[in-house]
T-cell receptor, first 110, second 113 residues
Framework: QKEVEQDPGPLSVPEGAIVSLNCTYS??????FMWYRQYSRKGPELLMY????GNKEDGRFTAQVDKSSKYISLFIRDSQPSDSATYLC??????????FGAGTRLAVHP | DAGITQSPRYKITETGRQVTLMCHQT?????MFWYRQDLGHGLRLIYY???????DKGEVPDGYVVSRSKTENFPLTLESATRSQTSVYFC????????????FGPGTRLTVT
């Protein structure tokens, strides 16, 4: 079993929709949760991170962590075509290493 | 310019040739990483380095060699390129221990014919 499972997508939504991207993890020792965003033909970039359960908001983006269910989500409100990208939820492999999955590809169409 | 750069951005080479991909960062970050990205596999860690002269293997190190004589540079060498090493290679860096924010370079698209 992989330590983190992510919805494979792709996901296609109209502009203005609320988007929900989800990951589940199996290791209850995980303390640090991240979302990276990768535009086509670019390197990934850190979008949000959180240490704790609950919600963290940044503009149109909300990261939600439910440690009891081992579930993390990224919500995008009022989605824009510029949000079209692949979203990744890596986990810590120790020593600053991150283990990435394939991510969920999101397309927001006008 | 400040940041993390990779060169070349595109490279075509033949099977059996040695090729070196360069990575340079201007932040003096301690940690540096090499990933490859293939369709369906996501990003896979090849090698990483915690400091100059300290390197270690990641998930898929076979066929690759790294060195880190200076903090700012982390070259990746394919000793004898194979078609299976056709991929997009990303270099990344992060500040220090327990820093999980990695800064990625623009990538090198390598084709082995």
């Amino acid at each position: 079993q992989k330590e983190v499972e992510q919805d494979p997508g792709p996901l296609s939504v109209p502009e203005g929709a609320i988007v929900s991207l989800n990951c589940t993890y199996s290791n209850s020792a995980f303390q640090y949760f991240m979302w990276y965003r990768q535009y086509s033909r670019k390197g990934p970039e850190l979008l949000m991170y959180t240490y704790s359960s609950g919600n963290k908001e940044d503009g149109r983006f909300t990261a939600q962590v439910d440690k009891s269910s081992k579930y993390i989500s990224l919500f995008i409100r009022d989605s824009q075509p510029s949000d079209s990208a692949t979203y990744l939820c890596p986990y810590s492999g120790g020593y600053n290493k991150l283990i990435f999955g394939a991510g969920t590809r999101l397309a927001v169409h006008p | 310019d400040a940041g993390i750069t990779q060169s070349p951005r595109y490279k075509i080479t033949e099977t059996g040739r040695q090729v070196t991909l360069m990575c340079h960062q201007t932040w003096s970050h301690s940690y540096m990483f090499w990933y490859r990205q293939d369709l369906g596999h996501g990003l896979r860690l090849i090698y990483y380095s915690a400091a100059a002269d300290i390197t270690d293997k990641g998930e898929v190190p076979d066929g690759y060699v790294v060195s880190r004589s200076k903090t700012e540079n982390f070259p990746l060498t394919l000793e004898s390129a194979t078609r299976s090493q056709t991929s997009v290679y990303f270099c990344a860096s992060s500040e220090g221990r327990n820093s999980y924010e990695q800064y990625f370079g623009p990538g090198t698209r390598l084709t082995v014919t």
